[in-house]
């Protein structure tokens, strides 16, 4: 009985949420093609007409993205909230009627009073109370995690109009989520809270990477360790599995901002402290491109070198902030010849991933990575597997096939930590996961 009219500026993407045919959405997500198709036409729509609709609502969600900025102070690390201004300025332009206005995107503390004051400052005298109600869907389990989430957060003024903003967002999730579930708090916990979670959740990756390293020099198993320490129910089993490095529009953005935030207030050890789980995320990636090279006898100039998955985790065509990509970057370096295949990547996406690092020029990177549409091909006639992805699929492969197409000795580098290791070993191959 809701209605949800989502609006961007961006026309092609609009046509794309349209398209007849639900599987060519623009965001690959196990179960959301099938809840458009149910909903689109019905309560469901997607428009460019963003001032009708900034007219129509009575909530507005802000839904932009919050990008790192590159440029001038607080670059690389403060969040830029260019958008999430000019969407502001555009409901304060367009707004009649009281609105509640909330923030979807992740934000720094405090930005809520920003919003604010443009509403305020620059509109037609009508009321806006604005809400932070934090996402924490993850990629690849997002309706999943929509459908049943562990909590909603809603952050809100204390006072009367505060309030009844707060309840009516109530209203809305308890529609679907027990109301026990629906945390309410003020607008600045709610903010922070997003990047406290975001962080801790990154910090235990960084934890678990940097036990690997050890892991590797010590003979310890890294898996066997996660899961000794899993079973502590103080510490629980999830976000334990060490790999090449966390990825995704998140977690790194996220960190910096908090450590942007610390150093404006002067906190530098909480600065420091929040940064050296980045500074180990990268470590990890490098350490992994370095460990190639050098088992490939210290060079793989014109080596051909496969990568199972581009995506920065499994079941989502998403590539920010991948390792895939800064591996393949240095592998490049080093004059490898990359070939991909990735079940839901396409070619474009990993080519411009490459071209926004700027290491050299569009031309060099296009001639040194080529993509496969299968497993086999990709395989084929290379020296060494990469996995960088935990796709289900690669587990299913035929691995004897793909052993007798490679170069001898065949390497596999699993970044993951997915793939059987005795029976790959049992076939001849020479197997390299992380922290064993
Ligand atoms: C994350 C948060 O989980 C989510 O709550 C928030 O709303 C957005 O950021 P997302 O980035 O979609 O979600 O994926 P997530 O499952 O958290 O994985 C992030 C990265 O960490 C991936 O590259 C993943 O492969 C990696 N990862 C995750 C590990 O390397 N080891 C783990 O144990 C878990």
Redesign the pocket.
């Known amino acids: 009985h809701i209605q949800v009219t989502v609006v961007d500026l961006n026309e092609q993407r609009i046509i794309d949420w349209n398209d007849p045919n639900t599987d060519n959405i623009p965001i690959y997500e196990p179960g959301l093609s099938e809840i458009v198709l149910e909903a689109r036409g019905r309560n469901l729509f997607f428009s460019t007409e963003v001032e009708k609709a900034i007219d129509e609502a009575q909530v507005i969600f802000i839904s932009v993205n919050t990008p790192t900025k590159t440029y001038g102070k607080g670059k690389g690390m403060a969040a830029d909230l260019k958008y999430i201004e000019l969407c502001a300025r555009q409901i304060a332009k367009v707004a009649k009627q009281n609105k509640i206005v909330v923030e979807k995107s992740t934000l720094p503390v405090r930005t809520a009073e920003a919003i604010k004051s443009i509403l305020d400052n620059t509109g037609n005298g009508v009321q806006f109370q604005i809400l932070s109600n934090?996402?924490?869907?993850?990629?690849?389990?997002a309706v999943t995690d929509l459908l049943n989430p562990d909590r909603i957060l809603i952050g809100g003024d204390s006072t009367p109009e505060g309030e009844a903003a707060i309840n009516a967002l109530v209203d809305v999730y308890a529609n679907w989520v027990n109301k026990d579930k629906i945390l309410t708090t003020n607008v600045w916990s709610s903010e922070l809270s997003?990047l406290t979670?975001?962080a801790f959740?990154?910090q235990?990756?960084s934890s678990?990477?940097a036990m690997s390293e050890l892991c590797e020099k010590t003979g310890a198993d890294v898996n066997e360790v996660a899961r000794a320490i899993g079973m502590d129910s103080r510490i629980g089993p999830?976000?334990?599995?060490?790999?090449v490095?966390?990825?995704?529009?998140?977690?790194q953005k996220d960190i910096l901002n908090l450590v942007y935030i610390a150093k404006s207030y002067g906190l530098n050890e909480v600065a420091d402290y929040w940064e050296q789980v980045i500074i180990m995320n990268d470590h990890q990636k490098r350490r992994f491109s370095n460990k190639i090279v050098q088992t490939l006898y210290n060079t793989v100039a014109d080596k051909k070198i496969t990568f199972l998955g581009w995506a920065?985790?499994k079941d989502?065509n998403d590539t920010r902030e991948?390792?895939a990509i800064y591996v393949a970057d240095d592998l490049i370096n080093e004059q490898a010849k990359i070939s991909v295949y990735d079940p839901k990547v396409s070619r474009n996406k990993m080519m411009s991933d490459l071209d926004y690092l700027e290491t050299r020029p569009a031309e060099e990177n296009a001639k040194s990575l080529t993509t496969f549409g299968n497993v086999y091909d990709a395989c084929r006639g290379s020296h060494a597997i990469a996995v960088l992805t935990?796709w289900d699929e690669f587990t299913t492969y035929d691995w004897q096939k793909i052993y007798e197409s490679m170069h001898k000795p065949a390497f596999v580098f699993d970044g993951?930590n997915i793939l059987n290791a005795k029976e790959l070993q049992s076939i001849g191959f020479v197997y390299n996961g992380i922290g064993s």
Do not use: Y
Not at 245 to 251: A, I, L, N
């Open positions: 934090p996402e924490f869907l993850a990629e690849g389990t997003k979670a975001n959740l990154a235990r990756i678990i990477n999830k976000f334990l599995k060490a790999s490095g966390f990825g995704g529009s998140c977690f920065f985790k989502t991948s390792a935990e993951r």
